[in-house]
């Protein structure tokens, strides 16, 4: 199987320290939940939800019904559902998405297929907004002229 052919572009060495890439190819269908560790490159069909720490590789002819969370995904296929990433979304220009993304950082091809909310926190250790009125600084309304 050439793992080209799942999302058009040569794919990456091997993870250092010997760890193996997953490969789920176009012929698996899967009602469930998958969950990995380092990295997956699915090309199939699922129905349930991916979990994660790693990350996904959705190929050209991926099928997702469902939600995806993991540490950085790539989608060259479709996606029916959310997906949160607490790192990097790539939407390739051969993808469909249609559900919210929530990631640090997004990247979005030209023709890319994108139906839904974005949400992107680029700093987790953001300044939260004051949630007591008494922590706030007081602002006076403006005057408006009296016309005479």
Partial sequence: MNLNNLTGKPMAEPI???AAKNVLANDVDIKGTIKFENELIFDGKIEGEILSEGTLVIGKNAEV???VKTKSVTV???VFGNITVT???E??????LTGDLKA???IIEE?????GKSEVTPNKSAVKQPSSPTSSVPVEPRKQPVPA
Avoid at 91 to 96: A, F, I, R
Wanted: charged share 25%.
């Fill in 76 to 78: 060259h296929g479709t």
């Fill in 104 to 106: 640090t950082r997004i």
């Fill in 111 to 115: 023709g890319a297929t994108f139906i």
């Fill in 16 to 18: 250092p320290g010997g």
């Fill in 87 to 89: 790192e990097k979304a």
């Fill in 65 to 67: 019904r469902g939600e």
């Fill in 91 to 96: 939407l390739k220009s051969s993808s469909q």
